[in-house]
C-alpha cells in the first residue's frame, strides 16, 4: 500500500509539473487572491483525511509538496518555480515522503 501511495504521489508531481511546463496559466485570482494548487492540495489532504481516501490524500500532498520549495524561496513567478533552487527543493521533500511513506499510510490502514 505505501509503495502505491507513493506511485501516486509521485505521478501527481510529475503530471502537474508537465502540465504547468507545457500550459504556464496563471493561477485563478478571486478580489486579488491568487490560487495555487498547493491550496487545492491542502483542501484535498482535509478532505482525505475526514473520509480516509489514501489515494486522494497521495494527490493532495503532492500538489502541496510540488509548491513547497516554490512557497519557501518566496517564489514569485512561473520562472521561479522551475529555477534549480525549487526542482532540488521538491526532490527533496519528494525523497523525505519516499523515506516516509509507511508513517504516512498509517491512518488510512
Known sequence: ???LFFLVFGLTILI???ILYIRPVSSPTI?????????YGI????????FG????????LALFVDE????LMRG???ADNY?????????AFTLLVFLLRDCLVLPFV
Request: hydrophobic fraction near 60%; aromatic fraction near 14%.
Open 1 to 3: 500500500m505505501a509503495n
Open 16 to 18: 502537474t509539473r508537465i
Open 43 to 50: 483542501v484535498l489532504v482535509v478532505i482525505s483525511l475526514l
Open 76 to 78: 514569485k513567478d512561473h
Open 68 to 71: 513547497l520549495a516554490w512557497l
Open 31 to 39: 478580489v486579488d487572491f491568487r490560487l495555487h494548487h498547493y491550496m
Open 83 to 91: 529555477s534549480w533552487k525549487s526542482l532540488v527543493g521538491t526532490a
Open 53 to 60: 481516501w489514501i489515494y486522494l490524500f497521495a494527490i493532495g
